[in-house]
């Protein structure tokens, strides 16, 4: 079993920056890739940002140049950093982590990310 917790989020102006923090306990041995993932009011989840164990990275293309995900593999944490900020990014950002068992995935409570013009 993995536990996610998502911290970081706020009520930010349009231009703004925030720092999101996921932090991973338990059966941590399991996590291969780790990522972030939003979903606003009436929208399908999407995928933000993902990392992989050994540090790449890939990024949605609405957020390339804005946000950066990075990893710290000792402290078991994900991090998003945001630039940037857009009223666009309002959503709640989900930390996803996945495993080396096919079908074994696992998911924070998510933090609210607001963005006002």
């Known amino acids: 079993q993995v536990q996610l917790v998502e911290s970081g989020g706020g009520l930010v102006q349009a231009g703004g920056s925030l720092r999101l923090s996921c932090a991973a306990s338990?059966?941590?041995?399991?996590?291969?890739?780790m990522g972030w993932y939003r979903q606003a009011p009436g929208k399908k989840r999407e995928l933000v940002a993902i990392?992989?164990?050994?540090?790449?990275?890939n990024y949605a293309d609405s957020v390339k140049g804005r946000f950066t995900i990075s990893r710290d593999n000792a402290k078991n944490t994900v991090y998003l950093q945001m630039n940037v900020l857009k009223p666009e990014d309002t959503a709640v950002y989900y930390c996803?982590?996945?495993?080396?068992?096919?079908?074994?995935?696992?998911w924070g409570q998510g933090t609210q990310v607001t963005v006002s013009s």
């Open positions: 996803n982590a996945d495993t080396a068992i096919v079908g074994l995935e696992y």
């Open positions: 338990g059966s941590i041995f399991r996590i291969r890739t």
């Open positions: 990392i992989a164990s050994g540090g790449s990275t």
